[in-house]
C-alpha cells in the first residue's frame, strides 16, 4: 500500500481514537460521578440508565474506562501500522475483534435493560468502522 495510503488511514484511525476517547471519557465520568447525561430522553433512551447498570461494569471496572483504554490502544496500533504495515495490520485486526466482542456484549446489555443510551451507540459504529477498516487493511496486503 502506498505511504499516502497509509497516512490517510491513519489519520482515520487516529479520528475514530480521539472521538471514541473523548465520548468514553464523558461517560467514565458521568458513571463514576452518577451525573445524568445529555442524551437522557427517556426511559428507554437514556445514557445514564445504562450507564449506572449492573452492566456498566466488569470486575468493578467501568465499561467506559476499558473502552478509554480500547482506544489509546488502538491510537497506538495506528501509529505502529503506518511504519510497520506488515506487523501491525495483525495487531489492529486482533484489537478489532476485541472492540466487536465488547460491543455485542454491550448491545445484548442494552436489549437485556430495555434501554439504549446513545453515546454508546456512536461507540459501537467506530468500533464498527474501525473493523471494517481493518478488513480493508488486510485484503491490500
Known amino acids: 500500500m502506498k505511504l499516502q495510503n497509509r497516512a490517510t488511514i491513519l489519520y482515520i484511525i487516529q479520528l475514530i481514537s480521539v472521538l471514541g476517547l473523548v465520548t468514553s471519557l464523558y ?31 466488569i470486575f468493578g471496572i467501568p465499561v467506559a ?16 501500522y503506518f511504519w510497520k504495515p506488515k506487523q501491525y495490520v495483525k495487531w489492529l485486526f486482533w484489537w478489532s475483534i476485541v472492540g466487536i466482542l465488547s460491543v455485542v ?10 434501554a439504549i443510551c446513545l453515546y454508546c451507540t456512536f461507540v459501537h459504529v467506530l468500533v464498527l468502522i474501525t473493523f471494517g477498516l481493518v478488513l480493508y487493511l488486510r485484503k491490500k496486503r
Do not use: Q, R
Open 105 to 114: 456484549y454491550l448491545i445484548w446489555a442494552e436489549i437485556i435493560l430495555g
Open 27 to 57: 461517560l467514565t465520568n458521568a458513571h463514576l460521578t452518577g451525573g445524568s447525561t445529555a442524551c437522557d430522553i427517556s426511559p428507554t433512551v437514556s445514557c445514564s440508565f445504562v450507564n449506572t447498570s449492573t452492566f456498566s461494569e
Open 65 to 80: 474506562l476499558l473502552g478509554m483504554v480500547w482506544f489509546v490502544v488502538l491510537s497506538y496500533l495506528g501509529f505502529k
